[in-house]
């Protein structure tokens, strides 16, 4: 897929929100957009997350955690997020795009949310989008 220059600005500020989280290995930024504005950004954390069990079998998959997506939706009204696109990246520690792909729990959180489109890295410079 062609990336636009809207598309880049919302992948770069969604870069700029990962390298805050302080996760070991996985550094994750999500930015949610509606209408040409940003509503919330968010990057992943270690420590566990209540709504997200909701979405999540804990009995075979264990806890949720504080995923990038669970983080721009949390305290939002769905009738903000309802028709919005979310933007999800994944950097390695040189910073550098890479796989993004949101988790089951991760879609069905933005399915509730009323998110329409998911827009994520694949890779170093490409992207995926896909409608929910």
């Known amino acids: ?17 990962a390298t ?39 009995r075979t998959r264990g806890h949720a955690t504080h995923h990038a997506e669970l983080g721009c939706v949390l305290g939002l009204d769905r009738s903000i997020t309802n028709g919005a ?3 999800v990246i994944r950097t390695n520690r040189l910073g550098q795009f890479r796989m993004s792909k949101p ?10 949310c009323g998110i329409k489109k998911v827009v994520y890295t694949t890779g170093e410079s490409s992207v995926e989008k896909r409608r929910l």
């Open 1 to 17: 897929m062609k990336i636009s220059n809207k598309t880049k600005r919302y992948l770069l500020l969604a870069q700029r929100v």
């Open 20 to 58: 805050q989280s302080i996760h070991d290995h996985f550094k994750h930024g999500a930015v949610l957009v509606k209408g040409g504005s940003v509503l919330n950004t968010a990057f992943n954390k270690d420590n566990y997350n209540r709504f997200g069990n909701r979405f999540r079998d804990t």
């Open 85 to 87: 696109t979310m933007y």
């Open 103 to 112: 988790c089951i729990m991760c879609e069905e959180v933005m399915k509730f």
